[in-house]
């Protein structure tokens, strides 16, 4: 095992940076392609009975190629903006990446309105041969969501105006973010950088830096309520004109999940929240303090001694890997030794982590600002499990590698649970074992708590939006408001620019970029729980569940898979049982 780097390797994917000639021309192949589809979809009319396979499956096969050199393409952009905030030719790039996507957009409108045409029967027969069946759940998924959306001339403009509106608004929120700097202590610090201080042992640095970025996401408020209301606006209208009025018809669509799932699973958490409430007393009185503050909710409780270098981290990592799956620690080792993971601690990059994935490389790419933290070893394994999760999925059509955001995280979550079971087992002393069963209490409270307090505000504000524009004021209450709530009022100061800081607010891919965590987190715990009663077995079984995430609902999911039904409380009060057997560990302990 050598020594693992701590910044990834770009060039083998393209040669270059955001001046790569090699990256110039797949674009120009890519576009070759786009225009073919285009071409081929114009001239392509509904088959009249099963015998007329031939232009149907040229144009699946057409869509998959597009759909995975615009997916590389994409992820690289993306890899480069992360790791430098002030690359122009990357902005530009994003740009090409956004008119790109738009074009297949509308490609795909027009694909799906064709479907429609199709006759039932027709359509039905066709799925059952032998070149669609694979994919049959995908295709018939968008002739069922086209149904729902206008015909294919406005349903193109919109994907058009979107460019340079709606995503435009995003990527203004990124440009302006990326200009944001932090003084502290004599030196200068990305917003990133700074919020990173908010776990520090010292609650005076803790304070320093909640109140410096107060202080800055104010200055700039103004700026971020016309973003957020502009890029909501542009949605708000898209649902009007598709007669659309419940506006997570899109994120519960695009996760292939209920409303009843979504309600039992928060109404579960609703009423077990209460047992989180005493942990929030006694952490304030560990730290010394009446009341919490929103800035010490993640404040470890002990000295952070338990620090692990890069290398520490990566070696138990793969050790603790390899007692549940051999398969997933193979390919961490994979990742670590061919540099797929940016990690290090420098000015410039974003703030935050994500896992992207590569299809046409087969490779995926992890960033991350490593801190040596248990906090920070979680969630470089967090990474590694949506890394992963990809990896099972590279031997499946392109269709069916198209897994939601809630699926996605229950593979990182299931790392992570992984990761940090193992570091409370092997904790040396008690009060180290005390740091790290906090560590993971914290997990669930940011999951019930901070979780729900972003889709709460989320479901206000947009009602409050349909009615006009928010102002920066409301927007201030609202979050606020949803704090108090998904705390239940255990904090003694809130954090009002909570929807100005958090990148979610403002991603335009999809919207209510929260709850998905949240049954992530808890539709693990069942998987993790399987896990530990069947043992070494299991791992053949999980990674059938990981690549049937992209081929059928999560209902359909869990019922093959686990046997339950997300849509009655029973599966979720089962998961929190699982969450309260730490937080009690933890309570038994102090």
């Given at each position: 095992?050598?020594?693992y780097e701590?910044?990834?390797?770009?060039?083998s994917?393209?040669?270059?940076?955001?001046?790569?000639?090699?990256?110039?021309?797949?674009?120009?192949?890519?576009?070759?392609?786009?225009?073919?589809?285009?071409?081929?979809i114009?001239?392509?009319?509904?088959?009249?009975?099963?015998?007329?396979?031939?232009?149907?499956?040229?144009?699946?096969?057409?869509?998959?190629?597009v759909?995975?050199?615009?997916?590389?393409?994409?992820?690289?952009?993306?890899?480069?903006?992360?790791?430098?905030?002030?690359?122009?030719?990357?902005?530009?790039?994003?740009?090409?990446?956004?008119?790109?996507?738009?074009?297949?957009?509308?490609?795909?409108?027009?694909?799906?309105?064709?479907?429609?045409?199709?006759?039932?029967d027709?359509w039905?027969?066709?799925?059952?041969q032998?070149?669609?069946?694979?994919?049959?759940?995908?295709?018939?998924?968008?002739?069922?969501?086209?149904?729902?959306?206008?015909e294919?001339?406005?349903?193109s403009?919109?994907?058009?105006?979107g460019?340079?509106?709606?995503?435009?608004?995003?990527?203004?929120?990124?440009a302006?973010?990326?200009?944001?700097s932090i003084?502290m202590?004599?030196?200068?610090?990305?917003?990133?950088?700074?919020?990173?201080?908010?776990?520090?042992?010292?609650?005076?640095?803790?304070?320093?830096?909640?109140d410096?970025?107060?202080?800055t996401?104010?200055?700039?408020?103004?700026?971020?309520?016309?973003?957020?209301?502009?890029?909501s606006?542009?949605?708000?209208?898209?649902y009007?004109?598709?007669h659309w009025?419940?506006?997570?018809?899109?994120?519960?669509?695009?996760?292939?999940?209920?409303?009843?799932?979504?309600?039992?699973m928060w109404?579960?958490?609703?009423?077990y929240?209460?047992?989180?409430?005493?942990?929030?007393?006694?952490?304030?009185?560990?730290?010394?303090?009446?009341?919490?503050?929103?800035?010490?909710?993640?404040?470890?409780?002990?000295?952070?001694?338990?620090?692990?270098?890069?290398?520490?981290?990566?070696e138990?990592?793969?050790?603790?890997?390899?007692?549940?799956?051999p398969?997933?620690?193979?390919?961490?080792?994979?990742?670590?030794?061919?540099?797929?993971?940016?990690?290090?601690?420098?000015?410039?990059k974003?703030?935050?982590g994500?896992c992207?994935?590569?299809?046409?490389?087969?490779?995926?790419?992890?960033?991350?600002?490593y801190?040596?933290?248990?906090?920070?070893?979680?969630?470089?394994?967090?990474?590694?499990?949506?890394?992963?999760?990809?990896?099972?999925?590279?031997?499946?059509p392109?269709?069916?590698?198209?897994?939601?955001?809630?699926?996605?995280?229950?593979?990182?979550?299931?790392?992570?649970?992984?990761?940090?079971?193992?570091?409370?087992?092997?904790?040396?002393?008690?009060?180290?074992?005390?740091?790290?069963?906090?560590?993971?209490?914290?997990?669930?409270v940011?999951f019930?708590?901070?979780?729900h307090?972003r889709?709460?505000?989320?479901?206000?504000?947009?009602?409050?939006?349909?009615?006009g524009?928010?102002?920066?004021?409301?927007?201030?209450?609202?979050m606020?408001?949803?704090?108090?709530?998904a705390?239940?009022?255990?904090?003694?100061?809130?954090?009002?620019?909570?929807?100005?800081?958090?990148?979610?607010?403002?991603?335009?891919?999809?919207?209510?970029?929260?709850?998905p965590?949240?049954?992530g987190?808890?539709?693990?715990?069942?998987?993790?729980?399987?896990?530990?009663?069947?043992?070494?077995?299991?791992?053949?079984?999980?990674?059938?569940?990981?690549?049937?995430?992209?081929?059928?609902?999560?209902?359909?999911?869990?019922?093959?898979?686990?046997?339950?039904?997300?849509?009655?409380?029973?599966?979720?009060?089962?998961?929190?049982?699982?969450c309260?057997?730490?937080?009690?560990?933890?309570?038994?302990?102090?």
């Open positions: 095992m050598g020594t701590m910044t990834w390797d770009l060039d994917i393209f040669q270059g940076g955001s001046d790569s000639e090699e990256m110039k021309e797949y674009v120009r192949k890519t576009e070759h392609l786009m225009d073919d589809l285009e071409a081929f114009r001239t392509f009319t509904p088959p009249k009975n099963t015998d007329q396979t031939e232009d149907l499956n040229k144009i699946v096969e057409i869509v998959q190629m759909t995975k050199q615009l997916s590389e393409f994409g992820a690289f952009v993306s890899c480069l903006s992360a790791q430098n905030v002030h690359d122009k030719k990357a902005s530009i790039w994003q740009s090409k990446r956004s008119e790109l996507g738009a074009r297949l957009g509308n490609a795909l409108t027009e694909m799906d309105q064709v479907f429609v045409q199709v006759d039932d027709v039905k027969s066709l799925l059952n032998a070149p669609f069946k694979t994919i049959s759940f995908v295709l018939n998924e968008r002739r069922s969501l086209a149904k729902d959306k206008l294919v001339g406005k349903e403009l919109i994907n058009d105006l460019v340079d509106g709606y995503h435009a608004w995003g990527q203004m929120y990124d302006l973010v990326a200009k944001l003084e202590n004599g030196e200068k610090l990305s917003v990133g950088q700074a919020s990173n201080q908010l776990d520090n042992p010292d609650r005076s640095v803790r304070k320093e830096a909640f410096k970025l107060q202080e996401w104010g200055e700039v408020s103004d700026l971020f309520t016309e973003t957020l209301n502009h890029l606006g542009f949605r708000l209208q898209t009007k004109h598709r009025e419940n506006v997570l018809k899109e994120p519960l669509d695009y996760n292939r999940m209920s409303q009843k799932t979504l309600d039992a109404e579960t958490i609703t009423e929240k209460k047992h989180y409430v005493p942990y929030m007393k006694k952490k304030a009185e560990k730290l010394g303090l009446e009341q919490l503050s929103f800035y010490d909710v993640e404040a470890p409780i002990g000295e952070a001694d338990q620090k692990m270098s890069f290398q520490e981290g990566a138990f990592i793969i050790q603790q890997f390899r007692k549940f799956s398969k997933m620690a193979d390919f961490a080792e994979m990742a670590f030794e061919k540099r797929w993971i940016e990690a290090e601690d420098r000015p410039g974003q703030p935050g994500f992207t994935s590569f299809p046409d490389s087969g490779e995926t790419r992890i960033f991350m600002t801190s040596g933290s248990p906090s920070s070893v979680a969630t470089l394994a967090h990474e590694l499990g949506h890394a992963y999760h990809q990896h099972v999925m590279d031997e499946l392109e269709l069916n590698q198209g897994y939601a955001m809630n699926v996605a995280e229950t593979a990182s979550t299931f790392a992570e649970m992984i990761v940090a079971d193992a570091a409370v087992k092997e904790a040396a002393t008690e009060a180290e074992k005390l740091v790290l069963l906090e560590d993971k209490v914290q997990r669930s940011a019930f708590m901070n979780i307090a889709f709460l505000f989320e479901t206000r504000f947009y009602e409050e939006r349909k009615l524009v928010v102002s920066t004021e409301r927007l201030n209450e609202l606020t408001d949803a704090q108090k709530e705390y239940v009022q255990t904090l003694d100061e809130y954090d009002p620019t909570f929807w100005a800081s958090k990148l979610h607010f403002h991603i335009t891919d999809v919207p209510f970029y929260n709850f965590y949240t049954f987190y808890l539709f693990s715990m069942g998987i993790y729980a399987k896990a530990l009663e069947v043992g070494p077995t299991f791992e053949d079984r999980y990674i059938a569940l990981l690549q049937d995430t992209g081929r059928m609902t999560v209902e359909e999911l869990a019922k093959k898979h686990l046997d339950v039904d997300l849509e009655k409380k029973d599966f979720w009060v089962h998961a929190l049982k699982l309260l057997s730490d937080l009690e560990s933890f309570m038994d302990l102090v």
